[in-house]
């Protein structure tokens, strides 16, 4: 059972348009929830993360969009640029050490 | 300058043969974990350690074990590994809920 899922395996926008990737969880219990970001070589990094009291999260181009009631979220990438192509790693914890990862969407900006 | 490393980047090994990766941070970070990514799976949990000689099984431990001796340092060891095991492993250490991940080691198993 996928506990974090994102729905996305791929997604391709153009430059300049808004990347929207999604993620739904099935443990009401998670309450903390970062976008991990991974280059091809890389490991993944910390991009950008909201807490469950919140319904957004803006860190420049990228803004979370956060729905409790229906389990979901999503990470929006506005103006995207070639250099934001990568992988996109949703995860969410309920404040333990345990971070579950969901299988990632691969975004590919088209220029 | 916040890092974890990870040694070798690259292996090749045969079916039964041992194979120990190494991790190292600077942050003195009293967490680590050791982390296995295949196509379409994601990441998966193998062993987490919440400092020297205090580790725990994560998701997926069977056919391998962990070694901390040190708190800057973290080895994952695979005694006579299996094809299946073939994959990418990062190491990653966290301070709070952020986890600091390395560049990763790919490991294939003939």
Redesign the interface.
Known sequence: QQQVRQSS?SLTVWEGETAILNCSYENSAFD?F?W?QQFP??????LI?IRSVSDKKEDGRFTIFFNKREKNLSLHIKDSQPGDSATY?CAA?N?G???T????TSLLVDP | DMKVTQMPRYLIKRMGENVLLECGQDMSHETMYWYRQDPGLGLQLIYISYDVDSNSEGDIPKGYRVSRKKREHFSLILDSAKTNQTSVYFCASSTGQSRYFGPGTRLTVL
């Open positions: 395996q903390y970062p991990y070589g890389e490991g993944p990094a910390l993360a790693f914890s404040m050490y345990k971070l990862f969901g299988t990632g």
